[in-house]
């Protein structure tokens, strides 16, 4: 039986998380599986929050995809991701900026319309990622 391994992953040019996640999980032993913790708006330290749905859509993909990379994977490896909305009126803007980032890849979707943490947070994504 191979071992598993589980290894935090923080990228630089993310905020530092504030509590107890990480930006993203890997698990080796066997295969490889990334768990991204949800990934919000935040572009640096500073907080910046763009204010418009779209701008915060494609910070959030580029947070995911930053966490993804570090781990030497990509959008092809990604198996699940779960979409949390703050208001019903995002879902097809939401759907084309994620088709933009994924291209023709398809992976298990879920999209929640929800409460989202922060008030100034349009939406969260989180995902699971596998690899060789």
Known sequence: MTEVEIQQINPAGLPAPTGNYTHGTLVTGGSRTVFVSGQVPWRDEA?????????????????????????????????????YLSDRRYREANSRIRNEVLGDHAPAITIIITDIYAEEWLLEIEAIAVGD
């Not at 763009?50 to 959008?75: H, I, K, T, Y």
């Open 47 to 83: 907080g910046y929050i763009p204010e418009d749905f779209d701008s915060q859509c494609r910070l959030v993909w580029r947070n995911v995809l930053a966490v993804l990379a570090e781990a030497g994977m990509g959008v092809r490896n990604l198996a699940k991701v779960t979409t």
